[in-house]
RNA sequence: UGGGGAGUGGUGUAGUUGGUAACACGCCUGACUCUGGAUCAGGAGUUCGUAGGUUCGAGUCCUACCUCCCCAGCCA
């Protein structure tokens, strides 16, 4: 945040400023950011874990990281790992409190007993069907299950004997008994526990008994005495729920906040989705640098710093809404720009032969690293008769706003010479294959003693010296800014996916510096966009760049209008 | 048709004792520039979902209505 600028707030800060006022809980502030284990984090997440865990920091309290991982069949150890690298990554750091909602089965277990014992809770013995046919419906109330009233020793007993494993899946269920003609769904008696004969990823065969997420989530933050459970929207619902669990319970009073989940345009960001674009390779995996996890944008090389920047940005609230992605992307930019050395690329090269420059002749120009920050320094830059330039910088009948190379017209090649187009080369096929310029002597460096002015500076690499490169650009994922809005209801959201979305250029030519980039390090192409090594499929000798994202283009969006 | 939420410029948000709406992105001008980048200066655009009401005065209070989102997993 820069000097000057009011500290945001939204209405969660305001809660616990209240709260805080009031003495509430002594003070204190303890949130939690509780990741299903999966899938891998995406930028919705971002935003969780960015109000997780700044409220924290802000307030002086502590952040949880804690797995929800209720779900055996659902979960593996692989995205427990990338969640906490992703966070790591992210900036954050929970020190000493990582948990999982796994460690507190046995309580979980114990408190379920008790509510069993006081007839707040039953075994069923409906099926799946069952319970669903007894919920009712939005409009109709439920009926009680002919199981509802069994004794409190019979209950104990069947319970206990599904912990030990006598009853297959599905058989039964621990529901607690609250009311079937309620309004809210979540009260109509709802599931605490399941039979899941599937081996945990942390508790191995222990268990065959699962809670769901309400019996689990609830009594999880109560346990680490969570003062702000905050959420998103779709759970509103069941806040009452959470809240009357934990007062059958006597239990520390943890109360839940939602806030409004993000959604970004072009994008998509439900889990289920991503794991198809996975599982269906549409994508690389969830590191495609398409794709809007955290690793997928750690790859394309967007930086923690930018990420957490657009969190800020977008605020906090309760109002369903969709964010426009080039505001992603500007926060991309504008931290790049401030810290990206600028190197020379030529993507879709054009061979030019400057007649009359020497044969044979190299010399060493000076480039400077960054413009934004001298402290960067400058480099050499090899030059010679024969350079290659981008194919887009060169037009043989220029429109009026083109102020590019052109037959005839004289430009400056970056911190070089100012060329002059004499002729243009093409093959049998009529395409342009070769530019013959000449150059003049005394703009060396790129100043004209005579005052001459010029109208565009390009790009340029020196044919001999040049690293071969892949250069792969990206274009959103989605054709459509809501990519789940089809036309008909016989198309799905997958039928809105860009196939144009990776264009992989092979040829490019690269200035000698670039031989030394590092992955995660960003680098502006200069007039191109910024760019990053593939941290995958790159190889010594061999590199592959992504691009993070273009740099703003006033020529593209006057060209794009005609 | 039940319950729970939300509606402020194109987009996202701010507006906390009611006093004629602000910030960011985007957009448009111009200046400057060895990146048509960056930077700087300026501009257009909202009357606050709708209709009433209270009040000297309402985005902020009241009433009614409209629209959108979420909920009928032994998912989270």
């Known amino acids: 945040m820069a000097p000057g600028d009011v500290k945001k707030t939204n209405f969660i800060s305001q809660i616990i400023e209240e709260d805080l006022k009031s003495g509430r809980n002594g003070g204190r502030v303890a949130t939690r950011f509780p990741p299903e284990p999966n899938g891998y984090l995406h930028i919705g997440h971002a935003k969780a874990i960015c109000l997780d865990f700044g409220m924290a920091a802000e307030y002086g309290g502590e952040c949880h990281l804690r797995f929800d991982d209720t779900n055996p069949v659902k979960e593996e150890q692989e995205y427990i790992d990338s969640i906490q690298e992703d966070v790591r990554w992210l900036g954050f750091d929970w020190g000493e409190h990582l948990y999982y909602a796994s460690n507190y089965f046995d309580q979980l277990y114990e408190w379920a007993v008790k509510l069993i014992r006081e007839g707040k809770a039953y075994v069923d013995d409906l099926t799946a069907d069952e319970i669903r046919e007894h919920r009712g419906t939005l409009t109709r109330p439920g009926t009680e299950s002919p199981y509802r009233n ?46 899941l004969k599937a081996t945990h990823h942390r508790t191995g065969d222990k268990w065959c008994i699962y809670p769901m997420y309400d019996w689990a989530h609830g009594q999880s933050d109560s346990i680490e005495r969570i003062t702000h459970s905050i959420c998103t929207l779709e759970f509103e619902d069941h806040r009452p729920l959470y809240s009357w669990f934990i007062e059958q319970l006597g239990i520390w009073p943890s109360r839940q906040f939602e806030f409004a989940r993000l959604n970004i345009t072009y994008t998509i960001l439900s889990k289920r989705k991503l794991l198809q674009l996975v599982k269906e390779n549409y994508v690389d995996g969830w590191d495609d640098p398409r794709m809007p996890t955290i690793s997928g944008l750690r790859r394309r090389g967007y930086t923690p710093e930018s990420i957490r920047d657009f969190c800020d940005r977008i605020g906090v609230s309760k109002a369903d809404s969709t964010v426009d992605v080039g505001l992603l992307e500007h926060c991309v930019r504008e931290d790049l720009n401030k810290r990206a050395l600028r190197r020379m690329a030529v993507l879709r090269p054009l061979r030019v032969v400057i007649e009359n420059y020497p044969e044979g002749q190299t010399e060493q120009l000076d480039a400077v690293n960054n413009p934004e920050d001298p402290s960067a320094g400058s480099r050499k830059v090899p ?103 089809v036309d008909s209801e016989d198309l799905d959201w997958k039928t809105n996916i860009n196939p144009n979305s990776l264009e992989a250029l092979k040829d490019c030519k690269l200035e000698p510096a670039l031989a030394e980039a590092s992955p995660g390090e960003g680098i502006q192409f200069e007039r191109m966009g910024y760019f990053c090594i593939d941290s995958k499929d790159s190889k010594p000798g061999a590199p592959v760049f992504n691009r993070t994202v273009t740099l703003k283009d006033t020529w593209a969006k006057i060209a794009k209008q005609g």
């Open 383 to 485: 030059f010679s008769r024969v350079l290659y330039i981008e194919r887009e910088d060169f037009m043989e009948e220029p429109p009026k706003k083109f102020f590019r190379l052109a037959p005839g017209r004289e430009v400056r090649l970056r911190y070089a010479y100012f060329i002059t187009c004499t002729s243009v080369v093409k093959n049998a096929g009529g395409e342009i294959v070769e530019l013959r310029c000449t150059y003049d002597p005394a703009t060396r460096g790129g100043n004209s003693p005579d005052g001459r002015k010029v109208k565009a500076t390009i790009h340029w690499v020196n044919t001999e010296t040049a690293v071969n490169a892949e250069v792969r650009l990206y274009d959103h994922l989605f054709t459509r800014e809501d990519p789940n809005k």
């Open 150 to 195: 069994r004794s409190v020793e019979e209950n104990l007993d069947l319970f206990e004997r599904m912990r030990k494993g006598e009853f297959p899946d599905g058989a039964k269920t621990l529901r607690a008994r609250i009311d079937m003609e309620s309004p809210n769904l979540n009260f109509r008696d709802p599931v605490m526990y399941r039979i």
